[in-house]
């Protein structure tokens, strides 16, 4: 059974610049969301992707976005990158989109803007 | 929206010793989930407990959903334990982990 897997590892971007991270859910899950967690704090829901579609958003401006693909793996894409938006981006894929599935990590990209 | 909290926000151990963290969560919850995060970042699943105690080896956790808490045990602490540790929520309403602030948990040799 393969695990979440997420790419690249690093980044380092300039402030304007965009940006876009790649995650390959677990085996048999079809839904994949995606946290950002910045220095000392826990993750924060950026959204979800189930059937390609956006299954719900946390507090995140426009400039996030992401797609799924056919084979449930997704994109997050950050237009206009700001210092602040430099943190490990998480995916996380779970067997479905309702309460309560167990989610699973991918091992993050780190990104910096500078 | 939930509320997670976790206490305490640092702990040092001893190898060898035990230790109890606490999550305290604001509403009723569908999922509750432990993790643990190494130093690369990644989270690694430690349990997915709504409710009642479940252990694995060294560790085991209770989560007691009616008055909205959970309890994470190490026992026979290692300094490959040493890291932030996550308890996280979905509730009825929403989709999404709501995450607490972790508590970071250093054991020395």
């Known amino acids: 059974e393969t695990g979440v897997t997420q790419s690249p590892t690093h980044l380092i971007k300039t402030r304007g610049q965009q940006v876009t991270l790649r995650c390959s859910s677990q085996s048999g899950h079809n839904t994949v969301s995606w946290y950002q967690q910045a220095l000392g704090q826990g993750p924060q829901f950026i959204f979800q992707?189930?059937?390609?579609?956006?299954?719900g958003r946390g507090n995140f401006p426009p400039r996030f976005s992401g797609l799924q693909f056919p084979n449930y793996s997704s994109e997050l894409n950050v237009n206009a990158l700001e210092l602040d938006d430099s943190a490990l981006y998480l995916c996380?894929?779970?067997?479905?989109?309702?309460?309560?599935?167990?989610?699973?990590f991918g091992p993050g990209t780190r990104l910096t803007v500078t | 929206g939930i509320q997670v909290e976790q206490s305490p926000p640092d702990l040092i151990l001893q190898e060898g010793a035990n230790s109890t963290l606490r999550c305290n969560f604001s509403?009723?919850?569908?999922?509750l989930q432990w993790f643990h995060q190494n130093p690369w970042g990644q989270l690694i699943n430690l349990f997915y407990?709504?409710?009642g105690t479940k252990q694995n080896g060294r560790l085991s956790a209770t989560t007691v959903a009616t008055e909205r808490y959970s309890l994470l045990y190490i026992s026979s602490s290692q300094t490959t334990d040493s890291g932030v540790y996550f308890c996280a929520v979905d509730d009825y309403n929403d989709y999404k982990l709501s995450f607490g602030a972790g508590t970071t948990v250093t054991v020395r040799a």
């Open positions: 407990i709504p409710s």
């Open positions: 509403d009723s919850v569908n999922n």
């Open positions: 992707y189930y059937r390609e579609e956006e299954n």
């Open positions: 996380a894929s779970s067997l479905g989109t309702s309460v309560g599935y167990e989610q699973y």
